[in-house]
């Protein structure tokens, strides 16, 4: 619990960061939940923080990094492209998709592959403020050290792992 809480209000604090404004860059962060479609279960936790270059009205490419808490923590960085569907309204859908690669913060496992597709809706705050919903699909590979011991051997084996899982996320961009 004391480990969401620490990501909660570091979420909130970058959310009350007042950037320097820079022009067609946009800067955003997210928070959500995951339901697991495959074994092992862990149901998730993540955060991600962005940054956008507006390419036009509707596109916007930029970088990421974050926090996804399984039973181990990984932190992925990732390429990220957002395209906002229909003209400017105060509500508009968008799609969404990142990919990249995932680090575990753990000295007896090694990252591997990220991937997020999702589609949401942005809803306007202000001309430079906006809350985002998404639902999406997350992926993230690991490999760990395992070990099996009895009373007639010891052994270690490398298990890699495939975290899928049906992700909810909120959003807030400035």
């Known amino acids: 619990?004391?480990?969401?809480?620490?990501?909660?209000?570091?979420?909130?604090?970058?959310?009350?960061?007042?950037?320097?404004c820079i022009h067609n860059v946009v800067f955003s962060t997210d928070m959500g939940v995951g339901m697991a479609t495959n074994t092992?279960?862990?149901?998730?936790?993540?955060?991600r923080v962005m940054g956008h270059y507006r390419?036009?009205?509707?596109?916007?490419?930029?970088?990421?990094?974050?926090?996804?808490?399984?039973e181990k923590t990984l932190m992925p960085v990732f390429a990220d492209a957002k395209l906002l569907i229909g003209k400017a309204h105060k509500l508009n859908p968008y799609i969404e998709y990142a990919v990249g690669y995932s680090f575990v913060l753990n000295r007896n496992a090694n990252g591997g592959f990220y991937m997020n597709p999702a589609i949401g809706m942005r809803y306007s705050l202000s001309k430079d403020r906006a809350i985002t919903f998404s639902v999406g699909y997350e992926q993230q590979s690991l490999e760990r050290l395992k070990e099996y011991q009895n009373s007639l051997y010891m052994a270690q084996f490398a298990e890699k792992l495939d975290h899928a899982s049906i992700s909810f996320k909120v959003g807030f961009s400035y």
């Open 1 to 20: 619990m004391k480990k969401y809480l620490i990501v909660f209000v570091a979420c909130m604090g970058f959310a009350s960061l007042h950037a320097q």
């Open 40 to 47: 092992p279960e862990y149901t998730p936790f993540t955060w």
């Open 55 to 70: 390419a036009t009205k509707h596109l916007s490419v930029g970088v990421g990094t974050g926090l996804s808490f399984y």
